[in-house]
């Protein structure tokens, strides 16, 4: 029964996913053509993996076409929404679902951090994230529905992971002023992982210690998976979540519950 809620929902609709060549993004693309979206997948350098994910896609029965541009650059985004909603070429529709999945990590002490790595983490998690909710929301006004999802992180809840966590914890203020703002035709929430499983050896060469420490304080005894994550986000743009918005729904296992 649980399959075949989801079977088919998103049919119709056009999901433009950021950063989707790659890691949590990416699982997010296919988990949305799975359940009948078209999707749009947007990446910056990792041309050659889009292009995999999208054949992929294809091969399944589901529409995917590929949009490389980087986010942090209003041009590039204005060519980009253009070239998804143009059908006469490569395009799929105008993207009524966005998906904020571009989001690069950087961790050194900020009196040590490169001035380059303050821009291109803030710029990259936070701004894109203006900016495309500036392009794509007229199209989702027009049409009466619309729905973005932002990704922020435990990071945020830490204030040992630097630019990071301050840029995932703006995320969750963005978030909740875009859904006043966007409202009531659009709704615009945020998923809050904890530490990924599949992405436990990329923290390790930060803190070897992390993933186990993190693990033994989780109430449900694992770490949260990439397909979960997506699972959830699917649910989201779902008529079950139709009167939810400005919301930050943590998954962490419940991790983040605060204990003496």
């Not at 979206?37 to 050659?48: G, K, L, Y």
């Not at 995917?64 to 253009?82: E, I, K, N, P, S």
Request: proline letters at 5%; one cysteine or more; a negative charge.
């Amino acid at each position: 029964m649980f399959e075949r809620f989801f079977d088919g929902l998103l049919a119709g609709h056009v999901a433009l996913v950021t950063g989707a060549a790659r890691n949590l993004p990416a699982v997010i693309a296919a988990e949305f053509a799975a359940t009948g979206a078209a999707v749009a997948i947007n990446d910056v350098t990792h041309q050659d993996q889009a292009k995999a994910l999208a054949a992929s896609i294809k091969k399944k029965g589901g529409r995917a076409a590929v949009f490389m541009a980087d986010v942090t650059d209003r041009g590039q985004l204005v060519r980009m929404v253009d070239e998804v909603r143009d059908e006469s070429s490569k395009g799929l529709g105008m993207v009524d679902i966005l998906i904020n999945g571009a989001g690069p990590f950087a961790m050194d002490a900020f009196p040590k951090l490169p001035e380059a790595d303050w821009d291109r983490v803030m710029d990259a998690n936070l701004k894109a994230i203006y900016m495309l909710a500036g392009l794509v929301a007229p199209g989702m006004k027009a049409k009466g529905w619309g729905r973005i999802i932002n990704i922020s992180a435990g990071s945020a809840d830490l204030r040992n992971h630097s630019i990071y966590g301050l840029a995932k914890w703006g995320v969750r203020h963005l978030t909740q002023s875009l859904a006043l703002e966007l409202g009531p035709e659009i709704t615009v929430n945020a998923i809050s992982p904890g530490q990924i499983a599949e992405s436990a050896p990329d923290i390790a060469e930060f803190d070897p210690t992390f993933v186990e420490r993190a693990i033994a304080y989780t109430p449900v005894g694992r770490l949260v998976t990439r397909p979960e994550i997506a699972r959830i986000m699917v649910l989201m743009c779902s008529p079950a979540f139709d009167s939810v918005t400005g919301e930050t729904l943590r998954m962490d296992g419940g991790w983040g519950i605060p204990r003496w």
